[in-house]
T-cell receptor, first 116, second 111 residues
Framework: DTEVTQTPKHLVMGMTNKKSLKCEQH?????MYWYKQKAKKPPELMFV???????INESVPSRFSPECPNSSLLNLHLHALQPEDSALYLC???????????????FGPGTRLLVL | EDQVTQSPEALRLQEGESSSLNCSYT??????LFWYRQDPGKGPEFLFT???AGEEKEKERLKATLTKKESFLHITAPKPEDSATYLC????????????FGAGTTVTVRA
């Protein structure tokens, strides 16, 4: 099983709202990722958690706040977003590769976010 | 800085017309090269991982190959359901987590 699930599938929010995106995997992967993808562009890395600790923050604005409550769950808390934050938000997970680095990243279906 | 260039940007094929997609890369030591397929509005679906030059992997009508400078994704006798954007990504030896993605090749297969 290589399934990563994400909820909700779609989200519409105003600029003053607070919402959260959720990601779950049960593959025993210990690295989890958040990506942002705009139309006709490749995914852009936002955050990486490794063993439930934040390893990488790609200079993402503080209106995006990640959280990793346990090894299977990853959340992305959203607050005071801007219309330009509208995009497809993707979660991914991977496991360590012997000899260093990570094996294949498996992506979830994404959450389509629209900020009005 | 790692660079990944995919060509062509778009490819229109007739059903059954075989073709190849190219992924050229510049990386400070390759840890792995990954191919994904992405349908509109959906997350990337994993296809292949290649680790060393000379490696080949095959799945149904798709075959991926790797050299020291590029990878090819060959589509043999494509069907309309093979229409998608194909993404190539590399991971460098100096990097445990980050993938550098190409811009993708959008393939349209007409019946």
């Amino acid at each position: 099983d290589t399934e990563v699930t994400q909820t909700p599938k779609h989200l519409v929010m105003g600029m003053t709202n607070k919402k959260s995106l959720k990601c779950e995997q049960h593959m025993g992967h210990r690295a989890m990722y958040w990506y942002k993808q705009k139309a006709k562009k490749p995914p852009e890395l936002m955050f990486v958690y490794s063993y439930e600790k934040l390893s990488i923050n790609e200079s993402v604005p503080s209106r995006f706040s990640p959280e990793c409550p346990n090894s299977s769950l990853l959340n992305l808390h959203l607050h005071a977003l801007q219309p330009e934050d509208s995009a497809l938000y993707l979660c991914a997970s991977s496991r360590p590769r012997g000899g260093g680095g990570q094996e294949t990243q498996y992506f979830g279906p994404g959450t389509r976010l629209l900020v009005l | 800085e790692d660079q990944v260039t995919q060509s062509p940007e778009a490819l229109r094929l007739q059903e059954g017309e075989s073709s190849s997609l190219n992924c050229s890369y510049t990386v400070s030591g390759l840890r792995g090269l990954f191919w994904y397929r992405q349908d509109p509005g959906k997350g990337p679906e994993f296809l292949f991982t290649l680790y060393s030059a000379g490696e080949e992997k095959e799945k149904e009508r798709l075959k991926a190959t790797l050299t020291k400078k590029e990878s090819f994704l060959h589509i043999t006798a494509p069907k309309p359901e093979d229409s998608a954007t194909y993404l190539c990504a590399v991971q460098a030896l100096t990097n445990d987590y980050k993938l550098s993605f190409g811009a993708g090749t959008t393939v349209t297969v007409r019946a």
